[in-house]
């Protein structure tokens, strides 16, 4: 399983936010310091949600925050963000987010399989609820393994 090799410092917890822009920003920090996107990834998350609305908030408490290939996604990764307090992305009953999931994806088919990993953890409410508050990286890990 790909979500196996997700480690603790694909992790960040309890993070502030002064707004949803802010949040998108040090969600990706991980995936930027370690070469997996570029600073453009980050701003083409932050204008995709200001042209489309908030679409990758997915489920209340979660966005999946991710950008077009094009817009400097270097390899494939992914990264957890916690956000004490939640923030709100504008997202109606999803809001306010209390977990960023980054996505950098360089084609349109390699993630396929991580997501299908993901989705199977998101749908569980109690394993989510774990996720939510997880006081630490490696709580958040174990839970996510």
């Not at 963000?81 to 306010?96: E, I, Y």
């Not at 749908?123 to 839970?143: G, H, K, Y």
């Amino acid at each position: 399983m790909l979500l196996e090799q997700i480690t603790t410092k694909d992790v960040q917890i309890g993070l502030q936010a002064a707004d949803w822009e802010d949040a998108v920003r040090k969600a990706a920090v991980p995936l930027l310091e370690s070469g997996a996107i570029q600073q453009s990834y980050i701003e083409g998350m932050i204008e995709s949600v200001h042209t489309n609305g908030p679409y990758f908030v997915l489920a209340k408490g979660l966005a999946l925050a991710h950008a077009r290939p094009e817009c400097g996604a270097n390899r494939l990764a992914l990264n957890f963000t916690t956000f004490d307090p939640p923030v709100s992305f504008g997202a109606g009953s999803n809001d306010p987010v209390r977990l960023i999931i980054t996505l950098a994806a360089t084609d349109p088919n390699s993630h396929i399989d991580l997501l299908g990993e993901l989705a199977e953890v998101l749908m569980d409410d109690t394993r989510m609820q774990q996720l939510f508050d997880a006081a630490t990286p490696e709580e958040f890990c174990a839970v996510l393994g």
